[in-house]
T-cell receptor, first 113, second 109 residues
Framework: DGGITQSPKYLFRKEGQNVTLSCEQNLNHDAMYWYRQDPGQGLRLIYYSQIVNDFQKGDIAEGYSVSREKKESFPLTVTSAQKNPTAFYLC????????????FGDGTRLSIL | KNEVEQSPQNLTAQEGEFITINCSYSVGISALHWLQQHPGGGIVSLFMLSSGKKKHGRLIATINIQEKHSSLHITASHPRDSAVYICAVNSNSGYALNFGKGTSLLVTP
């Protein structure tokens, strides 16, 4: 079945460590997105990529980095510069940008030890 | 101020009730999305619409472009409808989605 796979489901990070969240899709979608969800807030865009080897900052990119070396993969690294990384992270993809439905993964919950 | 506002924030209904969730937005949009998020966190896209009305099973979504308003209706609600319902818009000037904060729905037997 086609879909988006995020791993791991739960992730714990020590202070000062970088961690990488995986997102893989087999939908042959060009566009991929990373969102952050905090309690009581709407999803906020961290980064998005419209095509391989290209990505753009979203509203809250500070402290995060991404790469898009393959169409199906869009990993997100939470760096030690992100001072409040505890959140639920969702990856999504769509055929293109603009008004296209987005398909979401099941999310990764990141906590600080 | 968030560009997308949802109401109510929380909603409790008894099984069988007709439910309405509202979404207002303040920017020009190319499309509006209704999404469903279950307790485990995964999100499913329910509707994408840019005008009129769409129906899928017991779910109905409407949009009024002039009033910048959309509603999601659930007929004959069931406990399995319990979830967070999220409204999101594609603004005319942006590439990605702008999200509302969600409406948490609990349907009791």
């Amino acid at each position: 079945d086609g879909g988006i796979t995020q791993s791991p489901k739960y992730l714990f990070r020590k202070e000062g460590q970088n961690v990488t969240l995986s997102c893989e899709q087999n939908l042959n979608h060009d566009a991929m997105y990373w969102y952050r969800q905090d309690p009581g807030q709407g999803l906020r865009l961290i980064y998005y990529s419209q095509i391989v080897n290209d990505f753009q900052k979203g509203d809250i990119a500070e402290g995060y980095s991404v790469s898009r070396e393959k169409k199906e993969s869009f990993p997100l690294t939470v760096t030690s510069a992100q001072k409040n990384p505890t959140a639920f992270y969702l990856c999504a993809s769509s055929i293109g940008g603009g008004h296209q439905p987005q398909h979401f993964g099941d999310g990764t919950r990141l906590s600080i030890l | 101020k968030n560009e997308v506002e949802q109401s109510p924030q929380n909603l409790t209904a008894q099984e069988g009730e007709f439910i309405t969730i509202n979404c207002s937005y303040s920017v020009g949009i190319s499309a509006l999305h209704w999404l469903q998020q279950h307790p485990g966190g995964g999100i499913v896209s329910l509707f994408m619409l840019s005008s009129g009305k769409k129906k899928h099973g017991r779910l109905i979504a409407t949009i009024n472009i002039q009033e910048k308003h959309s509603s999601l209706h659930i007929t004959a609600s069931h406990p399995r409808d319990s979830a967070v319902y999220i409204c999101a818009v594609n603004s005319n000037s942006g590439y990605a989605l702008n999200f509302g904060k969600g409406t948490s729905l609990l349907v009791t037997p």
